[in-house]
């Protein structure tokens, strides 16, 4: 018998095996673009909850800040804990859009409420 078939035969099972492609769970990761902004002091004008068809539930929260300028988030998820008149800092991201944090603060004194 002959060496050289086995070899061959050998060879080739050692070839195929290293090149065959193994499977994975593992996800590739690709960041996105992600833009973080920090507005205030400012009061929350209004929190109303957005219940549409084929998406998750959004609360859409409008925040005015104490220069005039008008902030709308929409915020994924059921809980929120934010109010109408809250007086803060809001931090924010635009993607995805989001509420990061919210920081009470007291209101000056003799500044009037933006929303009347």
């Known amino acids: 018998m002959s060496l050289k ?3 061959l035969i050998t060879f080739l099972s050692l070839c195929l095996t290293s090149a065959w492609p193994d499977s994975t769970t593992h ?3 690709i960041p996105q673009p992600a833009a973080v902004f ?10 109303r909850i957005l219940d549409l068809p084929f998406v998750e539930p959004r609360y859409a929260v409008r925040y005015r ?6 902030i709308e988030v929409w915020q994924p ?11 803060g800092l809001l931090t924010y991201s635009t993607h995805p859009e989001r509420i990061l944090r919210f920081r009470v603060i007291p209101p ?4 009037a409420c933006p929303d009347r």
Do not use: Q, W
């Open 5 to 7: 078939p086995a070899f």
């Open 65 to 70: 800040t104490d220069d005039g300028e008008l």
């Open 108 to 111: 000056l004194k003799g500044s």
């Open 38 to 47: 920090t507005v205030g002091p400012g009061t929350i004008i209004s929190v």
């Open 77 to 87: 998820g059921r809980n929120i804990l934010l109010v109408k008149g809250m007086h």
């Open 27 to 29: 996800l590739l990761y």
